[in-house]
């Protein structure tokens, strides 16, 4: 339980349980150290709690010359539904993923079929997608897709 933060895990309540009808976006944005991880966590917690699929991917500075490695991370739990994609967008997302040899497509293909992926696993249950950037530019997004 969070301490002294009753407002915002208020406010993490309202948007977790509003998400299935209005979907939702939280960004949080502030200097290292002032608890957004901390209510990430609670989000996704209450996310859990409500049955949603959570998927989350952390973005390091050590990692900024990987293409696509938080893309991978977010998408990986998920991968066993890549192939009933469209053709051209299981490829891009396999080429990605490097699971295959072909060379990675352009950015648009990969993030359309990483939307339809996202839309997919939203079929079963609503998703909470976290993404948390671990940089001198600290900020971390919440984003629930209908």
């Known amino acids: 339980m969070l301490v002294g ?3 915002e895990r ?3 309540a309202v948007l977790v349980n509003q998400v299935s009808e ?3 976006v939280l960004v949080l944005r502030g200097e290292a150290g002032v608890g957004k ?6 989000a996704v917690a209450l ?3 409500a049955g949603m699929r959570v998927l989350t991917t952390v973005g390091v500075e050590s990692e900024e010359h990987l293409p696509y490695a938080g893309l991978h991370q977010l998408v990986h ?8 994609l469209p053709g051209p967008q299981c490829d891009a997302l396999r080429a990605m993923m490097g699971m295959t040899d072909q060379a990675v497509p352009e950015g648009y293909l990969i993030g359309l079929a990483v939307l339809n992926l996202l839309a997919e696993v939203a079929t079963v249950a609503p998703v909470l997608v976290v993404v948390e950037m671990a940089s001198r530019r600290s900020s971390a997004t919440w984003r629930c897709p209908r």
Do not use: C, F, K, Q
């Open 47 to 49: 996310a859990a709690t």
């Open 37 to 42: 991880s901390a209510l990430l966590a609670e």
């Open 5 to 7: 933060r009753a407002a």
């Open 22 to 24: 209005h979907g939702g």
């Open 77 to 84: 739990p998920v991968r066993a539904g890549i192939d009933a």
């Open 10 to 12: 208020d406010r993490l």
